[in-house]
């Protein structure tokens, strides 16, 4: 079956630290991947994009990876600030036409 | 300019009842989503209109739900006979002509039925 995870658990880290977040799927085979915040009470806020052709796309404090042998994509923010906590989401570009969404990882940055 | 927009934020409604949850895209989006987020759940895509074609229904969990694009631009998702599973934040996404640009997302309405 087609699945789309993320790490269900809460990611907890020290500020100034670097946040990993994970992303796997199975059975897809993706055009590309993005990357999404969001807050509580609030809808998914884009982030990054990222091609099956590219391997690591950055903006500014984040990093994304894509490994399409793998199947699995990395959601790095470096120098981590309180104001990063929020939950991430990915999603992909199925090639039915749809964006599929993991469920999300809550990250938490403590000051 | 102003992002996409929904209403009303919140909504209580009785089993049994039809709601009808609104969703103002931004202007010259031609791409207009609707999903479905659950308590602790990833993003459950539910339709899909561009521009003038017919819409992609297939996200639909039931005949209950039904959506429509008036103008090519408001767009309202209505569920009758609303059952308590139907409780869930219904999030409206709009995006440029290609549908592979970025969505936009709006804030989401929380629906709970009682």
């Known amino acids: 079956s087609q699945k789309i995870e993320q790490n269900s658990e809460a990611l907890n880290i020290q500020e100034g630290k670097t946040a990993t977040l994970t992303c796997n799927y199975t059975?897809?085979?993706?055009?590309?991947l993005q990357w999404y915040r969001q807050d509580p009470g609030r809808g998914p806020v884009f982030l990054l994009l990222i091609r099956e052709n590219e391997k690591e796309k950055r903006k500014e404090r984040l990093k994304v990876t894509f490994d399409t042998t793998l199947k699995q994509s990395l959601f790095h923010i470096t120098a981590s600030q309180p104001a990063d906590s929020a939950t991430y989401l990915c999603?992909?570009?199925?090639?039915?036409?749809?964006?599929?969404f993991g469920q999300g990882t809550e990250l938490s940055v403590k000051p | 300019g102003a992002g996409v927009s929904q209403s009303p934020s919140n909504k209580v409604t009785e089993k049994g009842k039809d709601v009808e949850l609104r969703c103002d895209p931004i202007s010259g989006h031609t791409a207009l989503y609707w999903y479905r987020q659950s308590l602790g759940q990833g993003l459950e895509f539910l339709i899909y209109f561009q521009g003038n074609s017919a819409p992609d229904k297939s996200g639909l969990p039931s005949d209950r739900f039904s959506a429509e694009r008036t103008g090519g631009s408001v767009s309202t998702l209505t569920i009758q006979r609303t059952q308590q599973e139907d409780s869930a934040v219904y999030l409206c996404?709009?995006?440029?002509?290609?549908?592979?640009?970025?969505?936009?997302f709006g804030p989401g309405t929380r629906l709970l039925v009682l």
């Open positions: 059975n897809y085979s993706p055009a590309y």
């Open positions: 999603a992909l570009w199925n090639q039915g036409g749809k964006l599929i």
């Open positions: 996404a709009s995006s440029r002509a290609n549908k592979q640009e970025t969505q936009y």
